[in-house]
C-alpha cells in the first residue's frame, strides 16, 4: 500500500546543515515533493522532485533522491531559526492527483 | 492574490451537533481536497472532488461529507461530531491532471467535547 514515513523530530544548531529524510513505497510516483509548515499556519510547496532526476538544488535546498532505495532527503544548508517548522514529504503516484503525507519532521533550530 | 480560504479557524463544539468548515479558493482549480492532520499521522485524505458535483471518498471519509456544487466552494460536514473527530483540518486545492503546487489553506482546529 502507500506509506510515506519521516523521522519525527529533528534539532540543529544555527548555521550548521539540516538533513531530514523520507522513505516511500509507492514506486510509479513521478512527483515528489517537500511542504513547509509554520507555527498556526497551513503547508506551502519548498521544491519538488521528478522521479527522472536524482538530485534538485535551490538556493540553500538540496533534494537528494535514490529511486532504487525510495529514499528522498531535504538538506537546508546554512540553517536558520526562521526555517524552525514541520517539515513534510509527500508522494503523487501516477495517473492520480492525490497526495500522500508523511507523518511531518519537526525541525527545531536553536542559538 | 492566489488563496485558499478556510472558515472558521477555530470551532469548539459539543458531541452531535452538526457543523460545517467552508473552503473557498480564488484560482479556477478543478481539484479540490479535505485533509485532517493529527500528530504522529501526518495528513489523510478525507474527501476529494475533481469538479463541480464529482466527490470521492479519501482515506478517512466516516463520519464526514462534502458537497461541490460550485467550482470555488468545497465545504467539509460533519452530521453529527464526535471527541475521535477532534483535530485540524485543511482544504487544498491545485490544477487537475498537473502534478502542480497544492495551495492549502491556513486550517481550522476542531475541538469536539
Known amino acids: 500500500g502507500e506509506d510515506v514515513e519521516q523521522s519525527l523530530f529533528l534539532s540543529v544548531r544555527e548555521g550548521d546543515s539540516s538533513v531530514i529524510n523520507c522513505t516511500y513505497t509507492?514506486?510509479?510516483?513521478?512527483?515528489l515533493y517537500w511542504y513547509k509548515q509554520e507555527p498556526g499556519a497551513g503547508l506551502q510547496l519548498l521544491t519538488y522532485?521528478?522521479?527522472?532526476?536524482d538530485m534538485k538544488q535551490d538556493q540553500r535546498l538540496t533534494v537528494l533522491l535514490n529511486k532504487k532505495d525510495k529514499h528522498l532527503s531535504l538538506r537546508i544548508a546554512d540553517t536558520q531559526t526562521g526555517d524552525s517548522a514541520i517539515y513534510f514529504c509527500?508522494?503523487?503516484?501516477?495517473?492520480?492527483?492525490?497526495?500522500?503525507f508523511g507523518t511531518g519532521t519537526r525541525l527545531q533550530v536553536f542559538p | 492574490e492566489a488563496q485558499v480560504t478556510q472558515n472558521p479557524r477555530y470551532l469548539i463544539t459539543v458531541t452531535g451537533k452538526k457543523l460545517t468548515v467552508t473552503c473557498s479558493q480564488n484560482m479556477n482549480h478543478e481539484y479540490m481536497s479535505w485533509y485532517r492532520q493529527d500528530p504522529g499521522l501526518g495528513l489523510r485524505q478525507i474527501y476529494y472532488?475533481?469538479?463541480?458535483?464529482?466527490?470521492d471518498k479519501g482515506d478517512v471519509p466516516e463520519g464526514y461529507k462534502v458537497s461541490r456544487k460550485e467550482k470555488r466552494n468545497f465545504p467539509l460536514i460533519l452530521e453529527s461530531p464526535s471527541p475521535n473527530q477532534t483535530s485540524l483540518y485543511f482544504c487544498a486545492s491545485r490544477m487537475v491532471y498537473s502534478n502542480t503546487e497544492a495551495f492549502f489553506g491556513q486550517g481550522t482546529r476542531l475541538t469536539v467535547v
Open positions: 509507492d514506486s510509479s510516483s513521478t512527483y
Open positions: 522532485i521528478f522521479s527522472n532526476m
Open positions: 472532488s475533481m469538479n463541480v458535483e464529482v466527490t
Open positions: 509527500a508522494e503523487s503516484p501516477y495517473n492520480t492527483d492525490k497526495l500522500i
